[in-house]
């Protein structure tokens, strides 16, 4: 089950598409004009959670719709984690312990590896290797075409954040997670040892971002925090009041941080000075679902049962579009439209630029796990323990002088 009962609640919910290299299509005034090119193999790909380090959930390319269910494949308890697309291959973890990597063209299982818990967090891939944290306290780092383990990190509680990665001196990569042990990890992806530990005063849940030497990422602890990438240092700590308690992802654009709270609100916060720039205020739902970053527009899950979209300039709301559950799951930005799944069992395109709906299919259970896109195909995990791929409806042929 995703919802933890800390003093408050925090929870884990967790998505694929971007062309690394390639600028993204314009999704509402284009993508994010910082978006850098990305980790992984060549092609198609969205290797880690909201598809780049910024955690910006923007994917390149044309989606069409309607969209016709293209394969399924089933596990043996729900997934709430979400895929990640690397070299032909989907990964995604299931409560039922399992990593699965599955062939994109027809949903077969290329391989799986098992863990003592549920995988809650969404894998990340790197160099062929594929991390993911579990609920049984470690983090592994799996072969992503054979998967055997290269090797483990045990920490002292569960891991429900994605794993994020930056470059170090002397050409080293470290890779950084967050753990319900209160502490954001520094690790060196060839072997697993620790670099560096930071510590909060709660837990950390959701999947920390990247830019430049800044890596930022709210706390349990009702803090955003900045830490020094290459130090593990603090840089700047925001203090978001009380019963702000950040259990999502954090995405970064143009010098803020754009996140929401548990004490319904969602901000943006200026790295620089720490000021609050808006606040998009609710009476009552909190928010737990990460941004898409459009280059206009901010786009969002909540928990009173509504898709938002805001200006990203002024916070001012731009339209909402209502659902019959939470929406926890994290929204894509893709050709002008957005991708999003709700606990009300039905994943939703929308038109970006009016909230209109262009497409919806009722999958039956809840949605917790965040869509991915990639090449004009929609993945996104279900409670019913299936991973789904959508793509493009068939075309009628048409004969010669038609």
Known sequence: MVNVMLPIVCSAALRWGTVFGLEAAPCVGGTPDDAPPGPGAEGAAWPMFRG????????????????????TFEATKAITSSPVVAAGRAF???????????????????????????IEAPPMVLDDVVYVGSTDYRLYAIDARTGEQRWRFEADEKILSGVNWFHAPAGRTHIIFGCYDNILYCLNAAD????????TDNYVNGTAAIDGERIVFGGCDAVLHVVN?????????????????????????????YLGHYGNAF??????????RWTYANPRHAFFSAPAIGTDRVIFGGRDRNIHCVSRE????????????????????CDGKVIAGSEDGTLYILDAATGSELWSYDLGRSIISSPAVVDGVVLIGCSDGRMYAFGPAEKEERKPND
């Open 52 to 71: 780049d380090r910024q955690q910006r959930g923007v994917a390149p390319g044309a989606l069409e719709v309607p969209l016709r269910l293209l394969w």
């Open 92 to 118: 995604v973890g299931s409560d039922d312990g399992f990593l699965y990597a599955v062939d994109l063209s027809d949903g077969s299982l290329a391989w799986k590896f098992q863990t003592e818990e549920a």
């Open 192 to 199: 697993g040892s620790v670099v560096w530990k930071y510590e």
């Open 229 to 257: 990438a290459a130090e593990g240092t603090s840089v700047k700590r925001v203090a978001l009041g009380e019963g702000c308690h950040v259990a999502g992802s954090v995405a970064l654009a143009d010098g803020s941080a």
């Open 267 to 276: 901000v943006r916060i200026d790295l620089e000075t720490g000021e609050v």
């Open 314 to 333: 002024t916070g001012e709301a731009m339209w909402t579009f209502p659902t019959r559950r939470q929406v926890d799951s994290s929204p894509v930005l």
